[in-house]
Each structure stands twice: as structure tokens, then as C-alpha cells.
């Protein structure tokens, strides 16, 4: 009978150990699952990888656009914004240079006062 007493408290009291001693283990756990969602929700930092896609697929869409030279025109994006600069033959060509890259997915506006009018562009 005493073995038995003896092994159930025994028993009940490493059970005991091992629910306080995984409790703190769960806490901090928990705390470290809380900051990082909360850092994960408040990102500020722009995502880079998408600024250099759109930007290469914009230069892509223009190289393939008749009536577009797209040696002249320099293309930068940042946040999404894409920003066209160099010359193009006329407001029309300016024109279609702004609405190729209005159609790229993942563009939010575009930015093209820093495309020139020339006839040498032609």
C-alpha cells in the first residue's frame, strides 16, 4: 500500500513540475507569436521585388509597342508609382507611353513629365 501511495504522489507532484515549468516556455512563446504578427501587419517597408517587376514588365510592354522607341525612355518604380523619363516623337507617342504603363498589373500611377517632346526622337 505505501508503494503505492508513494508512487501516486510521486507521480502527482512531477505532473505538477512539468505544468509550471512549460508555462513560462508558453508565454514567451505566445509573446514572441504577438510581436511578430504585429510587426508583419505594420510593414513599411516596400515590397522591392514587386517595384523591379513592374518595372522590367513596363519596359518589356513598351519595347513591344509599335510606334513606341523604347531606347529613349528610362523607367524607374517605387511603391508602385512609375516614373517614365527621356523623349518621345509627340504628345500622341506620350500619350501611349503613359497608357502601356497604366496597364501593367500592380501599377498605381505613372509619371510621365519627364518625357520630352522631340522630332528627333522619331
Known sequence: MQT???FRK???TAGLAAVFAASP???VAA???GAMQKSSTN???PDKAADGW???KVKSELATTKGVKSGDLSVNTTD???TITGTAASSAQKAKIESVAKAVKGVKTVDT???TISDTAK
Do not use: E, K, N
Request: charged share 5%; no cysteine.
Open 43 to 45: 510593414q513599411t517597408v
Open 80 to 82: 508602385g508609382v512609375v
Open 4 to 6: 503505492s501511495t508513494l
Open 25 to 27: 516556455l508558453a508565454q
Open 113 to 115: 513629365s519627364g518625357v
Open 10 to 12: 510521486t507521480l502527482f
Open 54 to 56: 513592374i518595372t522590367t
Open 31 to 33: 509573446q514572441d507569436a
